[in-house]
């Protein structure tokens, strides 16, 4: 097996096809084996798993869950990097790669098609540019046991963020809604060439079988979720009746009332559970509309 992270294989591979790094595809290929090697361990990949890689690149990470899962399917959108791929996982007859945009998927449905029988996981080391979407993709699938990606620090640090600090937004609501985050390791920009201007770190999100909150209305929840950190120093009682006018703030101020919490109470220090009692009352609320 070629080794891709050692950089005196790796320069001259690359020289040979005449291959340049797009900074607009987000490529930093690792250079480091440790890297790979500990995100497929850490992943808990073994030969009872299906894994889905988005962006093999040259294939340091696609090498390690191929070695180690039944099958892997990779989604990679840069066709100049096939004939390096063929040299370095051609090998591996239980890789799959398909060349295309991964946010053109169905992911469900290529997960359901090609991992039968087999425990479904994401595994990657994500493109920087389009993590958000991309996260956000594989967690609505609803479809992993697990998702374990190399992101920046300080968005893994969002995911994985408590109520109440900094780093808490909409977003960590998202995914803490569909999975439960654990940050596993830091990896230095000098694993990476070229080199990052960020640190970045591995993240593992283990996807909620059974979801501990009733929600009456999932549009309704997220509605209130945006509308709690879109104002992010002003009170619930003010986000609220910015985000459902049809409150208005008294009718927001009753909502946050029934549901037990101070008049005064910021959005941005409300666990999910407090959320989704927010979004139930609204949602209820709706269904009699005598109520606000
Ligand atoms: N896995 C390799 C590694 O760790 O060295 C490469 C990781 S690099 C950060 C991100 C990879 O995602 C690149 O190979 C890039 O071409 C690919 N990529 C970028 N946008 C993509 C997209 N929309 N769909 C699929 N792959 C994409």
Redesign the pocket.
């Known amino acids: 097996m070629i080794d891709v992270c050692d950089i005196h294989i790796m320069k001259p591979l690359l020289a040979e096809h005449g291959f340049h790094f ?1 900074k607009a ?6 250079i480091s084996r440790w890297v ?1 090697e500990r995100i497929a361990e850490d992943a808990g990949v073994d030969e009872t798993a299906g894994v889905l890689e ?5 294939g ?2 696609t090498q390690q869950l191929c070695l180690r899962a039944k099958k892997v399917c990779a ?4 066709g100049r ?1 096939k004939p390096i791929l063929d040299l370095t996982v051609g090998e591996f007859d239980n890789l799959e790669i398909i060349w295309d ?3 053109k998927q169905d992911v469900a449905a290529l997960v359901k098609e090609k991992f039968a029988g087999l425990r479904p996981m994401a595994c990657a ?3 920087y540019y ?1 993590t958000s979407p991309i996260l956000s993709a594989l967690l609505e699938a609803g479809c992993f046991e697990s998702v374990t990606v190399m992101v920046q620090k300080e968005v893994a640090q969002r995911i994985a963020a408590k109520p109440g600090t900094a780093d808490y937004s909409a977003f960590t609501v998202f995914c803490q809604y569909y999975a439960v985050p654990e940050l596993l390791f830091d990896v230095p920009a000098g694993c990476f060439l070229p080199q990052p201007k960020v640190t970045s770190a591995v993240i593992t999100l283990k996807t909620r079988q059974e979801k501990p909150w009733v929600i009456l209305d999932e549009a309704t929840f997220f509605r209130v979720v945006k509308a709690s950190f879109a104002m992010r120093r002003k009170t619930l009682q003010n986000g609220l009746a910015s985000g459902f006018p049809e409150l208005g703030k008294s009718g927001a101020g009753e909502i946050i009332e029934s549901c037990g919490l101070p008049a005064t109470v910021r959005g941005e220090t409300l666990s999910i559970a407090q959320f989704a009692d927010i979004a139930n009352a609204i949602s209820r609320g709706k269904s009699n509309p005598d109520r606000f």
Do not use: A, H
């Open positions: 797009s595809k987000g490529q930093n290929f690792l790979p988005i962006g093999p690149g040259i340091p990470l989604v990679e959108l840069d990097l945009d991964v946010l080391n994500l493109p389009i």
